[in-house]
């Protein structure tokens, strides 16, 4: 797409292509400074009257050759140049689009057209003046009155055809990706209609947006590796969270009845399509409110999303998912037994092993059924849930801060949300005890003891908030990340984080 015209000798050194251009681009702009004592970079404005997209729809009448009389001020990037002679046609693209741009001798004087001819590049940042036309191919332009090169680009935009493709230019250069596919520009706008749809329901919901520590002195609120740093002047180590939701239980104690934040936490575990070590993530508190109303929040808030990008069907990668509710709502036990005809509520915690081995799953020794039957959930049932489904009655081994079930303490008043065979919410009844909160950070402290570095830590300070009192609490956390995933078909969640964790080169 460059179409440079400045040439030199470099007997000896060996360039790349890339470094060529660059070199003829930098010794370009120093000539542009001299020569015409012209800074591309001036602390310079542009008086933007219209978008592009704008133009194209408000002058897509226009009949061939017919010219509008209304003076048009533009501004975009020059995404190619085609010059022949005294006349030259360039694709300007802004954020809503692209097009077409004429350039005449006559129209702009021998002066500017040879300034333009000279110096501007592809990559280059125009800054536009004129009049709306059809020309006789039917190709909607302006043609250009008045211009200003705005910004030099020193490097060539990449060929459509060339790089593009590679995930790997395409992440660690988002920027280079985000000129070149339109469709990823428009990925991240979706990104933002489900965020601000998030927080329209909530807020519908009143519930107020909060902003609690990134720092803290415990990573808790989840089990999960963390991110630890060291803070100087305190002298002490200190962890990027990997949840809010401690923090936001302790505003609950604190007299506020709903609240919810959506940002960024941080997990020092694996990397996978589907797993970035930093995500973002919607967490929600309901004072006398429990699991099954996060249920509905839930339900509401997936609809919502679906309807704001235009329909509650969706395809994801060749799979048809209907997000017209109600959702299915099922037992995780009950989901196991569809799978494997194995009833973990009636089993011995004997025949639980012996079904394990026999299906090879992989347990310790002494395992319950209940420390098993989300082993097999995991392997046998979680593949399946394609369809918006809630799964609930979780083992209280695994869900140390729900509360318990009252017909069946051995499982918790907790739900996950499945869409595609992936996890997209979490929620609970939140554990109000502190007595039985107690006793459970404790056993999750043995875990850890015994090399359990995922074991969730003691926080005391938490402890000591619900002794004061908090009322009976629903609580959920909604992946921010996996749901644009599924609403924009993106096959990996590095498609819709603008700027995913890469490995240095």
Known sequence: MSDDNVTHDNIGVTE??????????KDKLD???????????????????????????????LAAEEVSGDELSSAGRVIALRRHGKAAFIDLMD???TLQLFFHQGELGEERYGFFKKWVDS???????????????????IKVSEFSLLSKSLRALPEKWHGLKDTELRYRKRYIDLIANPEVRETFRKRAVIVRTFREVLERNGTLDVQTPILSNIAGGANARPFMTHHNTLGIDMYLRIATELHLKRLIVGMFDRVYE????FRNEGMSPRHNPEFTAMEVYWAYGSYREMMSLAEEIMVACADALGSREISYQGKEIDFEPPFRRATMAELVKEQTEIDFINISDADARRAAKERGVEISRNSARYDILPLFFEQFVEHTLIQPTFVFGHPTVISPL?????????????FELFINGWEIANAFSELNDPIDQRLRFEEQSRRKDDGDDEAHPFDEDFVNALEYGMPPT????????????????????RDVILFPTMKPL
Do not use: H
């Open 16 to 25: 790349t292509p890339e470094e060529e251009i660059f070199r003829q681009r």
């Open 31 to 61: 000539r542009l400074r001299a020569e015409e004592g012209y800074d591309p970079y001036a602390n310079d404005c542009w008086d933007v009257r219209q978008k592009l997209s704008e133009i194209r729809e408000k002058y897509d009448s």
């Open 95 to 97: 954020e809503s689009g």
């Open 123 to 141: 990559g280059d940042f125009l800054g536009v003046k004129g009049n709306a036309f059809r020309t006789k191919l039917g190709e909607l332009s």
């Open 262 to 265: 959506i940002g960024s936490n």
């Open 402 to 414: 729900a509360k318990r079930n009252k017909e069946n303490p051995d499982v918790t008043d907790r």
């Open 474 to 493: 629903g609580g959920m956390g909604i992946g921010i990340d996996r749901t644009v995933m599924l609403l924009t078909n993106s096959r990996s969640i």
